[in-house]
């Protein structure tokens, strides 16, 4: 697992959905919002994290997604 991994998309002029990944033993309790903006930053370029605007969050969740790779 990449533990740096990250999306982000912008939901309106004001508001974005972003998506950390985590392991699965994390517990949704341990990730406040403080710890959410800082990880976020520390996973973005400087320059951009530099540009956040950090505010409450509306929604958390942890989704227990999982992917792979198979080849012929």
């Given at each position: 697992m990449n533990a740096d991994s990250?999306?982000?998309g912008?939901?309106?002029l004001?508001?974005?959905r972003y998506y950390l990944q985590c392991g699965l033993?994390?517990?949704l309790e341990a990730w406040t919002d403080v710890r959410f903006w800082d990880e976020l930053r520390r996973r973005l370029?400087?320059?951009v994290a530099e540009a956040v605007v950090t505010g409450p969050s509306i929604e958390k969740?942890?989704?227990p997604l999982?992917?792979?790779v198979v080849e012929r």
């Amino acid at each position: 697992m990449n533990a740096d991994s990250l999306y982000a998309g912008m939901r309106s002029l004001r508001r974005s959905r972003y998506y950390l990944q985590c392991g699965l033993e994390e517990k949704l309790e341990a990730w406040t919002d403080v710890r959410f903006w800082d990880e976020l930053r520390r996973r973005l370029p400087a320059s951009v994290a530099e540009a956040v605007v950090t505010g409450p969050s509306i929604e958390k969740s942890i989704a227990p997604l999982r992917s792979f790779v198979v080849e012929r």
